[in-house]
């Protein structure tokens, strides 16, 4: 079975700060086909951003443009890519992830990954900005990367 | 190398017809789309040599995504100054 998710911009940029050799989980459910991944040009920007700014690449000389943009190729070759995402879900105090939202609502995602409490929080039955999401998307599931595995074992 | 695959129908309909949209035949347009996927870096390959580098730069993992976490908010306050 395949799932869909949108990973968040820290996922991407821990793949390329964590050790070599490191085994990613989030990598690994992509090239095994379990995981698809939402994608669209808000998130591909912020992707893209992150890994071009300065203090970024002052330690890491290898992230150069044109690396950057091989990475974000192969990337979409696990992705769907969405056109028009309509805003839909407005988190007040965080304005600045609602793409993220309004991804996975559009994109029908099972899954958002992020490593962000801030956004963690909303899974939770008793918050009442997850409650407005889940009445929006009602199978999404907020999880941090390192639980995404598990998660996708724990279903039926 | 002579390859025979099964594919279902659906995916058979869509081949034909981006081989088509490419002007090429379909063992054709099958044979170059096998090169690609083959030869192409995986994302960990083209990783790779990032890790080092950041490895290198005597980080441990917390800082480097407490570094991570603040570009991005600082990108984002830029891109909203911006207007954008």
Same mark, same amino acid.
């Given at each position: ?156 | 190398?002579?390859?025979? /695959? ?7 309909? #869509?081949?034909? !017809?981006? *081989? %088509? ?6 063992? $054709? ?13 995986? /994302? ?7 890790? #080092?580098?950041? !490895?290198? *730069? %005597? ?6 995504? $407490? ?18």
């Amino acid at each position: 079975m395949t799932y869909r998710a949108v990973y968040d911009s820290m996922v991407v940029f821990q793949w390329a700060a964590l050790p070599p050799g490191r085994e990613h989980a989030t990598i690994r459910l992509l090239q095994s086909g379990q995981i698809r991944l939402c994608m669209s040009a808000s998130l591909l920007g912020e992707i893209r951003g992150i890994l071009s700014r300065p203090a970024i690449r002052a330690k890491a000389p290898n992230l150069t443009d044109a690396r950057v943009s091989e990475i974000l190729q192969a990337l979409l070759k696990f992705a769907d890519w969405f056109d028009s995402v309509p805003q839909q879900f407005s988190l007040s105090l965080h304005p600045k992830d609602n793409h993220l939202f309004d991804l996975a609502i559009v994109g029908g995602a099972d899954f958002l990954v992020t490593f962000e409490n801030r956004l963690l929080k909303l899974d939770a039955a008793s918050n009442p900005d997850g409650q407005r999401l889940r009445a929006l998307t009602p199978s999404l599931k907020i999880v941090r990367p390192d639980r995404l595995s598990q998660e996708i074992l724990n279903r039926p | 190398m002579t390859l025979h /695959l099964v594919v279902p129908a659906e995916i058979e309909q #869509r081949l034909r !017809a981006k *081989a %088509g949209e490419a002007g090429q035949s379909v063992d $054709d347009y099958v044979s170059k789309l096998l090169a690609t996927a083959v030869t192409s870096p995986t /994302l960990d390959e083209l990783l790779d040599p990032v890790r #080092r580098d950041f !490895a290198a *730069a %005597g980080l441990n993992e917390d800082q480097l995504m $407490d570094l991570g976490r603040q570009e991005l908010e600082a990108m984002r306050k830029e891109n909203d100054a911006r207007g954008r």
